[in-house]
């Protein structure tokens, strides 16, 4: 049935190579499907952790109470916009090549590691605010690293469906958490009626480390996975060499360049500017030693990144402004 469905898909006859997908069709779409339900999971827990810092903080001021409701009544805001919000990342992420999601990966870890060394007092601050823009960028880390482990598998498509009809229940379960805890939290926690609420009232405060653990595993996997996908495309020492030496360089300078231009700008701004320079440096960086594919997937990658932060910007507000 799978090579039947096959025979009708485009081949070399009718696109030019470097239009055609580097994986089979079916398991780029359930790739991008895994990436963009591992980006609904961290959203939705995201929102979870602030509104429960926002409750707490609430609780102590009138001041915290005004500032925190104006948030919380754009979070509650889902269901056509958010679906279609959704798709769109899936096809993203299906389309963009294990190539360039290894690139943005690498580039991602080294950027937040400089950030978070170099944070200082605001450690917890640029935390969240990492976390809230590293949307794309899970999405991608998920891609290849599923790319990288099932690489020559028998059944890969099966495998894959597996990771994506558990990716689809965890998403389901955190969007139904967040609704839950928006909605009945203030009431439950202090009647002290529902188990889940009551759990989130004692254990809450363990939320953003447990997140934090599970994005250090996620990239770790992913790195090694995006050092073995970009290396697997070169014949030679000497070709790898001439692909990683201004790939360095260009990382180093942008790390340096968004350091600098973070002092003195807003959240937004700051987001705004990191996502076009960056991405501007990748698509330059490929401009010059890599192949017409990886722009278009770069070009991509713009739109994944503005589907993803454009409709959070009011959670990256709400990071930036916590203490």
């Not at 480390?209 to 996620?218: A, E, S, V």
Request: net charge neutral; with cysteine.
């Amino acid at each position: 049935m799978l090579s039947f469905i096959k025979s009708f898909l485009p081949t070399s006859y009718f696109l030019p190579g470097w239009l055609i997908l580097d994986t089979n069709p079916v398991d780029s779409v359930l790739q991008g499907l895994v990436g963009a339900c591992g980006i609904s999971v961290l959203c939705s827990l995201m929102r979870v952790h602030l509104f429960l810092v926002e409750e707490s903080s609430s609780d102590e001021s009138d001041e915290g109470r005004k500032r925190g409701t104006p948030c919380r009544e754009r979070r509650t805001k889902t269901g056509l916009t958010g679906m279609l919000q959704f798709f769109i990342v899936t096809g993203i992420l299906s389309v963009v090549g294990s190539r360039v999601a290894s690139l943005v990966v690498l580039e991602f870890c080294l950027r937040t590691v400089s950030g978070l060394v170099t944070s200082g007092r605001e450690y917890r601050t640029c935390l969240q605010q990492v976390l809230v823009q590293s949307q794309f960028s899970v999405g991608c880390a998920l891609s290849c690293g599923l790319h990288f482990l099932h690489e020559g598998a028998s059944q890969r498509w099966l495998c894959l469906l597996l990771a994506a009809a558990l990716s689809w229940f965890l998403a389901r379960q955190a969007t139904r958490l967040m609704h839950h805890v928006m909605a009945l939290y203030k009431l439950h926690s202090s009647q002290r009626y529902c188990g889940v609420c009551i759990s989130l009232l004692s254990s809450g405060q363990l939320l953003l480390p447990m997140l934090c653990r599970t994005m250090i595993l996620i990239f770790i996997v992913a790195a090694v996975a995006s050092v073995s996908i970009i290396n697997q495309h070169f014949l030679s020492a000497t070709e790898a060499l001439r692909f990683w030496t201004p790939l360095t360089i260009c990382y180093t300078l942008l790390v340096v360049y968004m350091q600098d231009a973070q002092h003195g700008a807003s959240g937004s701004e700051v987001v705004l500017n990191t996502v076009m320079v960056r991405l501007g440096g990748l698509m330059v960086l490929m401009l010059t030693v890599g192949r017409w594919a990886d722009v278009l997937h770069i070009l991509m990658c713009f739109l994944g990144e503005a589907s993803c932060l454009i409709p959070t910007m009011d959670l990256l507000d709400a990071a930036s402004s916590q203490i």
